[in-house]
């Protein structure tokens, strides 16, 4: 599956730019996706357990692997599948991705909570794609 921007109209390919949280005891995070063109995408209200796995995954500490996401590793190995891309949208009032996978076969899991995905996308250092309708410009101040 390539991810030419030409085959992917409707989104933009993003970089986290921040992870913190959203309340002093840690229990909703936030991400900050960033476009090439500086738009942004504010990400919350999702847990604080999945900020803390992306913030270690954003800066390479990659041995501390939660359960599901284990599990997910493991099914990929054993079939020779490529996590290559995941995209986040919208639907209805809350985000989710679909994620993309290659290999023997091709197989897209749609419909997934977007933090989980997003961290996903994260660990294996694939691109995450945003619908170009939830990015904004950049309030810098």
Do not use: W
Request: proline share 3%; glycine share 4%; charged share 30%.
């Amino acid at each position: 599956m390539d991810i030419d921007q030409k085959e992917e109209p409707d989104y933009s390919t993003t970089k986290i730019t921040h992870v913190g949280f959203i309340d002093p005891y840690a229990l909703e995070g936030i991400i900050i996706l960033q476009s090439d063109d500086k738009k942004e995408f504010h990400m919350r209200a999702f847990s604080g357990e999945v900020a803390r796995h992306i913030k270690s995954f954003v800066e390479g500490k990659r041995d501390n692997l939660p359960t599901i996401y284990n599990m997910i590793e493991q099914l990929c190995e054993e079939n020779e599948l490529y996590l290559v891309k995941v995209k986040v949208y919208e639907s209805g009032s809350v985000l989710r991705a679909n994620l993309y996978f290659t290999g023997k076969k091709d197989i897209v899991l749609r419909n997934y909570r977007a933090s989980d995905a997003v961290a996903l996308g994260v660990f294996y250092n694939i691109p995450i794609l945003v619908r170009k309708t939830l990015l904004k410009k950049s309030l810098e101040v």
